[in-house]
T-cell receptor, first 112, second 114 residues
Framework: KAGVTQTPRYLIKTRGQQVTLSCSPISGHRSVSWYQQTPGQGLQFLFEYFSETQRNKGNFPGRFSGRQFSNSRSEMNVSTLELGDSALYLC???????????FGQGTRLTVV | AQSVTQLGSHVSVSEGALVLLRCNYSSSVPPYLFWYVQYPNQGLQLLLKYTSAATLVKGINGFEAEFKKSETSFHLTKPSAHMSDAAEYFCAVSRGRGTYKYIFGTGTRLKVLA
């Protein structure tokens, strides 16, 4: 069974631009969550989706948004990029009835 | 509110020695607790989880953890360290089923000395 796939793996963007990151969950998984990982703040929760509905949102500005499609694939968008948005963005999926999430390898975003 | 504290951002052990990584949690509800491992430039891999069943939880790669409610701890141990155990380890807490909103600790980087 294929794992969680995140694309792209690496991305370089300029301040002020916007970016879209993609996450394909494990087949059959209906829940997707996103995390930001930085050296200074560690791992911080961004969003959680289940069956196309956002169930939880972390403490991030409105520039961070996400969505989930009917096939459970998810995207997150960051608008008006700032240098501080440089991070590893991790996506995780779960069947929705279990307790653990399975993480992808992440997308490393660098804002210059 | 839930929180996780990992004592020691860096831990060094000799190959073959006991590994002990500390995690203390705070939770207003019975917690679900997890240990994840992260290798360089990789995502997180689940080592083990506590979901209110047995308090001693065995995971992959010889790791285990014991849930101690009285001490609000969930320390990770491995009897004998291997060079391949060198990685960063994260403890996390959640409210349980129905949510994957994890609160992570700040991580402990494990170094294994030959």
């Amino acid at each position: 069974k294929a794992g969680v796939t995140q694309t792209p793996r690496y991305l370089i963007k300029t301040r002020g631009q916007q970016v879209t990151l993609s996450c394909s969950p494990i087949s059959g998984h209906r829940s997707v969550s996103w995390y930001q990982q930085t050296p200074g703040q560690g791992l911080q929760f961004l969003f959680e989706y289940f069956s196309e509905t956002q169930r939880n949102k972390g403490n991030f500005p409105g520039r961070f948004s996400g969505r989930q499609f009917s096939n459970s694939r998810s995207e997150m968008n960051v608008s008006t990029l700032e240098l501080g948005d440089s991070a590893l963005y991790l996506c995780a999926s779960s069947p929705g009835l279990s307790t653990e999430a399975f993480f992808g390898q992440g997308t490393r975003l660098t804002v210059v | 509110a839930q929180s996780v504290t990992q004592l020691g951002s860096h831990v060094s052990v000799s190959e073959g020695a006991l590994v002990l990584l500390r995690c203390n949690y705070s939770s207003s509800v019975p917690p679900y607790l997890f240990w994840y491992v992260q290798y360089p430039n990789q995502g997180l891999q689940l080592l083990l989880k506590y979901t209110s069943a047995a308090t001693l939880v065995k995971g992959i790669n010889g790791f285990e953890a014991e849930f101690k409610k009285s001490e609000t701890s969930f320390h990770l141990t491995k009897p004998s360290a291997h060079m391949s155990d060198a990685a960063e380890y994260f403890c996390a807490v959640s409210r349980g089923r129905g949510t994957y909103k994890y609160i992570f600790g700040t991580g402990t980087r494990l170094k294994v000395l030959a």
